[in-house]
């Protein structure tokens, strides 16, 4: 609904009064009348109604609105209408609030608020702010969408791969901010991942996304038992969510259809790989080959030096690991711990456990890091 | 020969002054503008709407907010007409600075 009235206003704080005065008016006539045959329809076409009455009589901004003149419509009429003849105007909204001109957290911000429907008091709460500095950060971001003209509209194709880019990114984040415990903006990001990828039923890195956090999302329950960290291979399976993998192992299929090779992409096959009854590592270490080859990123390096040992060959993902520059990341020493474990080399081990304990910040981290030095 | 006049204040400045100074400034600045020597004239919204952009490796890239100034110092200044943020966003990137590790700070203009 929102979408769709700022799309026909051109400005946010318009189209938010709008929407308040038609839940206002259906809250007062809705009891007495009964409810409109097509309720979602009567309330766009109510608030659009309100808008264009108070435009007309501010007058200044008639200019703004890019639909009229539009017919005066009575409301008995309206009933007749179907939700078809609003144009879904959601993803020029994705577009706008996820414009790389924003500061990303108000790209989050504003994402939450407008397409997810959250209110400024709920989507602080998630991030840790007070709900003023809430305010203030999507009132900045409304404001600059207003006063440069970023404009309300799916890129053009030469500047759309770019700017997918941003929009997933901005996705992903919302749903790791929800991983690390906020289970509810979790879900909320897979839910922006599914109109993404049914507004964009041809792009396979929309696709990807979505299928790489439901498949994530699925495992979220066996992650902690209750403190502590537990890894991939010691998860109790019966804590997974089955039909939510199904579901996002079959939006994968979908990706792959669609030829794609992109980051998501292959996070999620990776993802789904690692949910089989027998993880075929050495697949999993050539899918972390090809994403580091497109990202260049160490930790995906690092990630493939563990598929590696997994795989049977811990002498050779310690030499990848050994490669790399990444002294100051817990993992690297972590792995180069569990790696010169394998390889019986327990003195070195234990230097590099004792390195990682350096790095470590959380108590679940640190708790399991102990565990494994006292074990050698 | 025709100049540039980079002009460099503190934000709020005039907001700060009382009412007949405030006015003063505005009308010397009216009159400048009215000059017959100026060529183009315009004041800047704040900085918390700019937009920087570079270009690295055939991608533009834009973040929020103003130039920090390090070595880099003000060359020059194109004033231009654009329908939205996106067609001034494809201008900036094509000028040459931004694919040599400058950068092209957008702001957009107050209108009058």
């Excluded at chain 1, 008639?62 to 539009?70: G, M, R």
């Excluded at chain 1, 992109?262 to 990776?270: D, E, K, R």
């Excluded at chain 2, 201008?91 to 600075?97: I, S, Y």
Aim: aromatic letters at 6%.
């Amino acid at each position: 609904m929102l979408a769709s009235l700022v799309g026909f206003l051109g400005d946010f704080d318009k189209a938010e009064e709008a929407a308040q005065e038609a839940f206002a008016i259906a809250a007062e006539r809705w009891p007495e009348s009964g409810l409109p045959a097509n309720p979602g329809a009567w309330l766009v076409t109510t608030a659009r109604n309100r808008a264009i009455d108070r435009i007309r009589r501010e007058r200044t901004l008639s200019e703004k609105i890019h639909l009229l003149p539009v017919p005066e419509i009575v409301m008995d009429v309206m009933d007749e209408f179907d939700d078809t003849v609003i144009k879904d105007e959601r993803l020029e909204l994705i577009f706008t609030c996820c414009h790389p001109a924003l500061p990303l957290e108000g790209q989050v911000a504003l994402t939450l608020r407008a397409l997810g429907g959250l209110e400024t008091a709920e989507i602080a709460r998630a991030f840790l702010v007070s709900e003023e500095t809430m305010k203030r950060r999507l009132s900045r971001a409304k404001a600059k969408i207003k006063a440069t003209g970023i404009p309300f509209a799916v890129p053009a194709a030469h500047l759309l791969p770019d700017r997918l880019d941003a929009v997933l990114a901005v996705i992903y984040l919302i749903y790791n901010e929800g991983y690390s415990g906020r289970v509810d903006l979790g879900a909320e990001a897979i839910r922006l991942g599914g109109v993404l990828a049914a507004l964009m039923p041809d792009e396979p890195e929309a696709h990807g996304l979505l299928a790489l956090m439901m498949i994530h999302h699925a495992r979220r329950r066996a992650r902690f038992s209750g403190e502590d960290l537990v890894l991939l291979e010691d998860q109790d399976r019966s804590l997974w969510d089955h039909a939510q993998i199904a579901a996002g192992r079959a939006v994968l299929d979908r990706a792959v259809a669609l030829s794609g090779r992109g980051a998501y992409v292959i996070q999620a096959a990776i993802a789904s790989l690692q949910t089989a009854e027998q993880i075929d590592w050495p697949q999993v270490a050539e899918l972390y080959q090809r994403l580091a080859e497109l990202t260049g990123s160490a930790v995906v390096e690092l990630n493939r030096a563990a598929a590696l040992a997994q795989a049977g060959d811990p002498a050779a993902a310690l030499r990848a690991v050994d490669r790399l520059d990444l002294d100051g990341y817990l993992y690297f020493h972590s792995t180069r711990g569990e790696l010169l474990r394998r390889l019986g080399r327990d003195d070195e081990a234990r230097a590099a456990y004792q390195r990682a304990l350096e790095l470590a910040i959380t108590t679940p981290e640190r708790r399991f890091l102990t565990r494994r030095f006292e074990e050698l | 020969m025709q100049y540039a006049m980079m002009i460099y204040a503190e934000p709020g400045y005039a907001e700060a002054l009382p009412d007949s100074e405030r006015e003063a400034v505005l009308a010397d600045f009216a009159a400048l503008a009215d000059d017959a020597r100026c060529v183009a004239a315009a004041q800047l919204q704040p900085a918390e709407m700019a937009t920087c952009v570079r270009v690295a490796g055939g991608r533009t890239l834009m973040t929020d907010g103003p130039f920090a100034d390090t070595k880099e110092v003000l060359g020059g200044v194109i004033l231009v007409e654009a329908a939205d943020l996106d067609e001034v966003l494809e201008l900036a990137a094509r000028v040459p600075v931004a694919r040599y590790g400058g950068v092209v700070e957008v702001r957009p203009v107050v209108a009058r």
